[in-house]
């Protein structure tokens, strides 16, 4: 009798257990072919592209993947912008190097020419009560050769006050030879930035405070810019992890055209080799003011 008992106690604590249990608010859908959109409580909050896309009237050399685009703002507003009339091989939030070396010859992956970054696999698609975490490997192709593994993580966390979090965690090792990375000469641009959508009233801070003009390679742990787009206000920064490589924050390419890019390692060349992996990581933060 009291085993009985106690095997229905159990049951009934099993079941209580699972009943409990808080289905995930995240969800994926494929918006397109090439395109794969992360939702959370039924709205967009970014679309990761995953094949070659081109948009209509761009020329072939522009043909692109591997990147964010669209990113929304808590409210629903578009922040990102793809293929801008101005300079067409920017793309949403994007990671690549105006100057990589590959077997003595040098390829441009930020403006798309010569090598190119490729979809090879999705790692991870997974969803929980309090994240969703998407993973992918992609290469890095001079043609049918991979001359880089490149492994993407995002890790994107629930709304909460008109804020949403957005760990990005990169990490890139050549295959088999050497690589080299460097950003634009004097310039230094290049690695992980984010072009703007078209918008009215922009303003760009960081640590220092506001800043009135366009720069290059000043140091920051942080900058964010904010606008108003379509009629809302809403804005998204990046944060520089304290952990990554290099002397200090990272310097800044700062546009109020509308980009924002951590630019490691800037004019200072480095090397990717076999089995020493570049890792990078930042906090994305989008945000809307009601």
């Known amino acids: 009798m009291r085993l009985a008992t106690t095997l229905c106690l159990l049951g009934a604590m099993a079941f209580s257990f699972v009943g409990c249990s808080q289905?995930?608010?995240?969800?994926?859908?494929?918006?397109?072919?090439?395109?794969?959109?992360?939702?959370?409580?039924?709205?967009?909050?970014?679309?990761?592209?995953?094949?070659?896309l081109l948009k209509e009237g761009v020329k072939e050399?522009?043909?692109?993947?591997?990147y964010l685009h669209p990113i929304y703002a808590p409210?629903?507003?578009?922040?990102?912008?793809?293929?801008?009339?101005?300079?067409?091989?920017?793309?949403?939030?994007?990671?690549?190097?105006?100057?990589?070396?590959f077997l003595g010859e040098t390829h441009d992956i930020w403006a798309v020419q010569g090598m190119q970054a490729r979809f090879v696999r999705w790692v991870e698609k997974s969803t929980k009560t309090d994240r969703a975490v998407v993973s992918v490997?992609?290469?890095?192709?001079?043609?049918?050769?991979?001359?880089?593994?490149?492994?993407?993580?995002?890790?994107?966390?629930?709304?909460?006050?008109?804020?949403?979090?957005?760990?990005?965690?990169?990490?890139?090792?050549?295959?088999?030879?050497?690589?080299t990375l460097r950003g634009r000469e004097k310039k230094g641009y290049g690695g992980f930035g984010?072009?703007?959508?078209?918008?009215?009233?922009?303003?760009?801070?960081?640590?220092?405070?506001?800043?009135?003009?366009?720069?290059?390679?000043?140091?920051?742990?942080?900058?964010e810019l904010?606008?108003?787009?379509?009629?809302?206000?809403?804005?998204?920064?990046?944060?520089?992890?304290?952990?990554?490589?290099?002397?200090?924050?990272?310097?800044?390419?700062?546009?109020?055209?509308?980009?924002v890019a951590a630019n490691y390692p800037g004019t200072t060349a480095i090397t990717l080799t076999p089995g020493k992996p570049l890792a990078l990581r930042y906090r994305v933060t989008v945000f809307s003011k009601p």
């Open 61 to 66: 050399q522009y043909r692109r993947s591997a």
């Open 23 to 52: 289905p995930s608010p995240f969800a994926f859908r494929d918006v397109s072919p090439e395109s794969l959109e992360i939702q959370d409580a039924g709205k967009p909050v970014l679309v990761y592209n995953h094949g070659m």
């Open 137 to 179: 490997e992609n290469g890095w192709f001079l043609g049918d050769r991979k001359a880089v593994t490149e492994m993407v993580e995002l890790t994107i966390h629930p709304e909460k006050d008109n804020r949403r979090e957005i760990e990005v965690s990169l990490r890139f090792e050549a295959v088999d030879e050497p690589v």
């Open 226 to 259: 904010e606008a108003t787009f379509e009629g809302r206000r809403a804005g998204l920064r990046v944060d520089d992890d304290p952990e990554n490589p290099g002397e200090g924050p990272v310097g800044w390419c700062l546009r109020h055209y509308g980009y």
């Open 75 to 101: 409210d629903g507003t578009v922040l990102t912008a793809d293929f801008p009339d101005d300079h067409p091989h920017h793309r949403g939030a994007a990671w690549a190097w105006p100057e990589v070396t």
């Open 194 to 223: 984010i072009r703007f959508a078209p918008r009215t009233d922009t303003v760009l801070r960081s640590d220092a405070g506001v800043e009135a003009k366009d720069s290059d390679m000043v140091p920051h742990p942080w900058t």
